[in-house]
């Protein structure tokens, strides 16, 4: 094989790691889901995704699947294999023992645990090691991991449904359906990916949602559910308040939020995250902060205008995910995200585009 024939097996079957990573995205707690496979004279031999819940990752699992063949094969990791002794051993001296001859890696391990000593394990045990295959790729799916790792801050994902004339809802209505039924299917897949699913009190108490994933087979996949309820007026009845026993219910208020209503939703189940105010209403940097700290790492944001505006104007929004539906808005009773186009050129570059059903889906992270 010339090297760009192993280049481009590097290409693929790292791509497949990625694509298979991709099934516990959302899933693995604190932990990133890093995907794994094992491959010998071309052919997969092994397969391993980080378990539900984080352990054992997926390494450990490529290995057992592979079992003695593993021997002289290439490894194929979207993460730097772990140098830590954790709840399970090191990877990396997995792999070692499995006697794999080469390890090809997407991405560097922030965790210092880990960053750059999993490598040199495997360089002690004379294996080839090739970094950077396909890393921005992998790098993506990471995105919330690695940014929570490196900046102690979770992913902030931005979720628009916006007519075609950019209306994201009509005054005095509550929930307008704006994004068809795919559209929707999509955004509950998105919200079982997350950790944390994100609205202003405003559109707790308009649409009295439940913010759960309802695809068949994806219920128990609802991430915390956290209102941004500056004085605490999330109504004990609320739908939210209601299933908090059984989904989380996180409300981020002020410091001086009332401490009766404090008292009432904790004993509801709710947990209340009291955060130092900033120019009267809630510090976001500071709640994603706090975010961080407790192992969020991802947070998408599903509502409304005002709280989109504040996340875009502290600019703490890394990626904008937007349903551009075919249907119009009359512009004298829509709502609109007030500098969204600007913010959009100004700041972010366009990631990835395609359709769900008539919608258009428009996907755009920073850096423009
Ligand atoms: C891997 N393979 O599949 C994953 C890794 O708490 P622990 O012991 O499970 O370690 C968590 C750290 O392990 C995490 O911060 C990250 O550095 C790494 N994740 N590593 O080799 C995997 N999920
Ligand atoms: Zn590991």
Redesign the pocket.
């Known amino acids: 094989m010339t090297a760009s024939d192993i280049a481009m097996d590097d290409q693929r079957f790292m791509a497949t790691a990625i694509r298979f990573a991709r099934r516990h995205k959302g899933l693995?707690g604190?932990?990133?889901?890093?995907g794994?496979i094992l491959v010998r004279d071309g052919v997969i031999i092994g397969r391993?995704?980080?378990a539900l819940g984080?352990?054992p990752?997926?390494?450990t699992q490529a290995i057992a699947e592979a079992g003695e063949a593993a021997r002289g094969a290439t490894a194929y990791?979207t993460?730097?294999?772990?140098a830590?002794h954790?709840?399970?051993p090191p990877?990396?001296e997995a792999l070692v023992r499995a006697g794999v001859a080469r390890v090809v890696v997407a991405t560097t391990?922030p965790?210092e645990?880990?960053s750059g000593k999993?490598f040199a394990i495997l360089h002690a045990a004379g294996i080839e090691v090739v970094t950077n295959v396909l890393s921005t790729e992998a790098a993506d799916d990471l995105a919330g991991?690695l940014m929570r790792?490196s900046r102690k801050r979770p992913e902030v994902t931005l979720k628009l449904a916006l007519s075609t004339n950019g209306m994201i809802g009509l005054q005095g209505e509550g929930q307008v359906a704006i994004s068809g039924v795919v559209s929707r299917a999509q955004a509950h897949i998105m919200r079982a990916q997350s950790d944390v699913i994100l609205i202003g009190i405003g559109t707790a108490l308009a649409d009295d949602p439940l913010l759960t994933c309802r695809l068949p087979g994806l219920e128990q996949r609802s991430p915390i559910r956290l209102v941004l309820d500056d004085h605490l007026r999330l109504p004990l009845t609320s739908r939210l308040v209601r299933s908090a026993a059984e989904i989380p219910v996180w409300i981020a208020c002020r410091e001086d939020a009332p401490e009766t209503r404090r008292e009432a939703l904790i004993n509801a189940g709710c947990r209340v995250l009291a955060n130092e105010s900033f120019e009267g209403r809630i510090s976001l940097p500071e709640l994603m902060d706090d975010l961080a700290a407790q192992g969020i790492a991802s947070v998408l944001v599903e509502g409304g205008a005002r709280i989109a505006e504040s996340f875009l104007d502290d600019d703490l929004v890394d990626r904008l995910a937007i349903f551009q539906s075919p249907n119009e808005i009359d512009a004298a009773r829509g709502i609109a995200v007030r500098g969204l186009s600007t913010h959009i050129s100004e700041k972010y570059k366009k990631l990835r585009q395609s359709h769900y059903g008539d919608d258009c889906y428009i996907e755009y992270v920073r850096g423009a």
């Open positions: 693995t604190t932990n990133p889901s890093v794994t391993g995704v980080t984080g352990r990752h997926a390494e990791v993460l730097e294999p772990c830590h954790g709840k399970t990877c990396a391990d965790d645990r880990v999993g991991y790792s």
